[in-house]
């Protein structure tokens, strides 16, 4: 038996095609990975895939109408009782052929006439119903995560970030790579989410285009650590830089920053520089915090080797007298 497609649409023979897009927009949202789901769901996209065609719509009620008015006439043989003879009137069997054509004239008459439409149909669908398109469906929104560097958090940058959408023409899926440039802002914290609109997948049939979610991540650093909105570096001085102390440029993520190392520096003290760390979510920044390391010549040459035996010689230094 030939599927009601308005029943399965929940619809009547007079729908408009606003209300065919409608429904069809409706019961498409159902979700489950249940096989009578998934049948449901053939049945309803068959239904409106014929509904939707001006063309198709109107063969399929024409033959809709023929099969009930044969099962008509069938009813109505069953119905008299006695043979065709038995009927009074010589002229009744004829009576009720004609009458049969005359019915199936005034219903063919009847659809072809043109459907009335709302008043707020506006003149693009009702061109798309003349011509048989599908209407237009908004794409896809998509996210994806971008890496930066430290550096470019701090003081904004513009990347390129590569993805790819799948769209769709028809029944057909095609995927594409899109490169869209996002400007990352100034103090740009990690998980902050940017929103660019209209950068997503493409419409279906002259749809909008859906929007592109961007996340911010960071990049591993060469030199820095990270430990919360915190910034650790790990400042390499020589040994006669701790002995005799220096002023030297501590390196940050924006300019270098000049610091006074006192005499007599031993290696695990910490510099600390409130609000030159990393951007907090909400507002304000962590710290860097410089731990001091004494580095010694790995390659000394025979000159530093003769001052260090000189100064060998000459020390009472002992680091190991509070264990001795």
Do not use: C
């Amino acid at each position: 038996m030939e599927p009601d497609h308005y029943a399965i649409l929940g619809l009547t023979h007079s729908a408009t095609a606003e209300e065919i897009q409608a429904a069809y927009q409706r019961l498409t949202k159902m979700r489950g990975a249940d096989a009578a789901v998934g049948d449901r769901l053939d049945r309803i996209r068959t239904a409106y895939e014929v509904l939707s065609d001006a063309n198709r719509r109107t063969r399929y009620d024409l033959e809709s109408m023929e099969r009930e008015l044969e099962a008509r006439g069938r009813q109505l043989d069953t119905d008299v009782i006695g043979p065709p003879s038995a009927i009074s009137g010589a002229g009744s069997e004829e009576d009720s052929r004609l009458s049969f054509e005359e019915e199936l004239a005034a219903v063919l008459a009847e659809l072809q006439r043109p459907r009335k439409a709302k008043a707020t149909r506006t003149a693009e669908p009702a061109a798309a119903e003349e011509k048989g398109r599908s209407f237009p469906h908004r794409g896809e929104d998509r996210e994806v995560v971008v890496e930066v560097a430290l550096e470019e958090a701090i003081r904004g940058a513009r990347v390129p970030v590569t993805y790819s959408v799948v769209g769709r023409r028809g029944a057909a899926a095609e995927e594409s790579t899109h490169t869209v440039e996002v400007l990352i802002p100034k103090l740009a914290y990690h998980g902050q989410k940017l929103l660019l609109n209209g950068s997503g997948a493409p419409g279906i049939d002259g749809g909008k285009a859906g929007d592109l979610q961007v996340e911010i991540a960071y990049k591993a650093h060469r030199l820095f650590r990270l430990s919360g909105n915190d910034v650790w570096y790990y400042f390499p001085i020589a040994p006669w830089e701790a002995v005799l102390g220096a002023i030297l440029e501590l390196p940050t993520l924006e300019n270098p920053h000049r610091v006074h190392v006192p005499a007599g520096t031993t290696s695990g003290q910490v510099f600390r520089l409130p609000g030159r760390g990393l951007p907090k979510a909400g507002g304000g920044r962590g710290d860097l915090l410089a731990s001091l390391r004494i580095v010694t010549p790995q390659h000394p040459s025979e000159a530093e080797r003769q001052l260090y035996l000189q100064l060998s010689q000459v020390s009472r230094f002992n680091p190991r007298r509070e264990i001795s």
